[in-house]
């Protein structure tokens, strides 16, 4: 699974993870598209 993380340093990291099976009442979703709201951008 990859995954960016927001850092204290402000720096913005990407990480593959490995994945693992949903439990019990999990679902996995797949992402295909993901975005920010243009009002967040003053915090990059």
Known sequence: M?????NADRTLS????????P??????VQVVNAGICGSDLHWY
């Open 2 to 6: 990859r995954r960016a993380a927001w």
């Open 14 to 21: 990407v990480h593959d993870d490995p994945q693992r099976a």
């Open 23 to 28: 439990g019990e009442g999990e679902v996995r």
